[in-house]
């Protein structure tokens, strides 16, 4: 966990705790029982649980990893960042609204029952919460590195379309969660899903801007950011990581490690 006691409170830490313990058992059980099936004929006991896990641990990620970065922005703005939320929603539902009935921007996919109930049958309601809760940590990094609106909004929706290196190949690929129409050259993924969230990420960033979301980006530390977008990450990665997906794993190391980088440089410069 972070040593920093000025950025980091103790709800914080318990936030962080928790889905970090959370993040670990699905690992383990994905790296056991998920990659090698074949174990559940060893463990009986396991077998019926088995087809409810994969429901429950990806519902599970994205309730508490929205709720972990609720905990982190009540406390230090209260319900200003609602606003911020709505927007995002609304943006993102629309976007996967237009995708799953049109194919349009990320190509054409379907998302199996495995995310639970669907808004027209099409989008699953926990959808638009995955979006916000990787969004708003990107814009809040991008506008701790420039102070440019332009750049802001490219870089804010680069680090978001960076999770999806090891997010759709961990959640298409390795397991059942949505279903490309047809296979991409990525890990089954069409390398045009990869605009399409560029593209509705420029949209989420210009939508938090003119709301002021700004105003409310700049109150929360950039540590605490920093460590929340790595440990959302964590998930897929690690899936990736165990499945041997090398390419995933590299392209997503390079985002984190340049993102490391450039927020230490620009720290020492504020320093100086």
């Not at 996919?109 to 940590?137: D, Q």
């Not at 950011?225 to 990581?241: A, D, H, K, N």
């Not at 190391?253 to 720290?267: G, S, Y």
Request: net charge neutral; aromatic share 16%; glycine share 8%.
């Amino acid at each position: 966990m972070p040593k920093s006691k000025s950025a980091f409170t103790s709800s914080d830490r318990i936030g962080f705790t928790l889905l970090w313990i959370f993040t670990v058992i699905v690992l383990v059980g994905f790296g056991t029982f998920g990659l090698n099936p074949q174990l559940l004929a060893q463990f009986p006991s396991s077998a019926g649980f088995y087809p409810y896990s994969f429901l429950i641990f990806s519902r599970g990620h994205v309730i508490l990893a929205f709720a972990v970065l609720a905990l982190i922005l009540i406390p230090r703005v209260g319900i200003k960042w609602l606003p911020a939320l709505i927007l995002a929603s609304v943006i993102s539902l629309g976007m996967e609204l237009l995708g799953t009935k049109t194919g349009f921007p990320f190509s054409g996919y379907e998302y199996t029952g495995l995310l639970g109930y669907k808004v027209a049958n099409l989008v699953p309601v926990l959808i638009p919460f995955s979006w916000f809760m990787m969004a708003f940590p990107s814009y809040v990094l991008a506008r701790c590195l420039t102070k440019n609106g332009y750049i802001q909004w490219m870089l804010g929706a680069f680090l978001l379309t960076a999770w999806d290196l090891t997010l759709d190949p961990a959640m298409s690929e390795l397991s059942n969660y949505w279903v490309w129409d047809q296979a991409g050259p990525y890990y089954g993924m069409p390398l045009v899903n990869l605009l399409g969230w560029f593209g509705t990420g420029i949209l989420i960033m210009i939508a938090f801007d003119y709301s002021h979301a700004g105003k409310i980006a700049d109150q929360i530390p950039t540590p605490v950011m920093e460590f929340y977008y790595f440990t959302v990450i964590v998930l897929s990665l690690g899936m990736t990581l165990l499945a041997g997906y090398w390419l995933a794993v590299f392209l997503t190391l390079v985002v984190i490690v340049a993102l490391r980088f450039m927020i230490h440089q620009h720290q020492l410069l504020l320093a100086n």
